[in-house]
């Protein structure tokens, strides 16, 4: 069974960083792609960043692309998404998700149907 608990999630001004983090148990997490998506209230869940099952490959959605940076650590099964100069449209709900098939990297990485575990979330608040 598969499990991702997030962390870090905090109210913070605009402007400010924080680190969201992601901790994975279940199957080998060097083996899978990991991404974070964000769900603001009354919109739909959107892709935020990935990182391949290697760590070699990065995308970022264009909203956050220059302020955030996705990294894991394959030796303590995390994945970390550095928010710096946040905003208030940052505020959301952050969850991370795993991707389907091991040792695969989709291109088709921004939609969420590509990974089938999730988090149960961590809030983010941004106030100008």
């Known amino acids: 069974q598969v499990q991702l608990v997030e962390s870090g999630g905090e109210s913070v001004q605009a402007g400010g960083s924080l680190r969201l983090s992601c901790a994975a148990s279940?199957?080998?997490?060097?083996?899978?792609?990991m991404g974070w998506f964000r769900q603001a209230p009354g919109k739909e869940r959107e892709f935020v960043a990935t990182i391949s099952w290697s760590g070699g490959t990065t995308y970022y959605a264009d909203s956050v692309k220059g302020r955030f940076t996705i990294s894991r650590d394959n030796a303590k099964n995390t994945v970390d998404l550095q928010m710096n100069s946040v905003k208030p449209e940052d505020t959301a709900v952050y969850y991370c998700?795993?991707?389907?098939?091991?040792?695969?990297?989709?291109?088709?990485?921004?939609?969420?149907?590509?990974?089938?575990?999730w988090g149960q979330g961590t809030q983010v608040t941004v106030s100008s």
């Open positions: 998700a795993q991707g389907r098939v091991a040792f695969y990297s989709s291109n088709r990485y921004y939609r969420a149907e590509e990974y089938d575990y």
């Open positions: 279940g199957r080998t997490f060097s083996g899978y792609d």
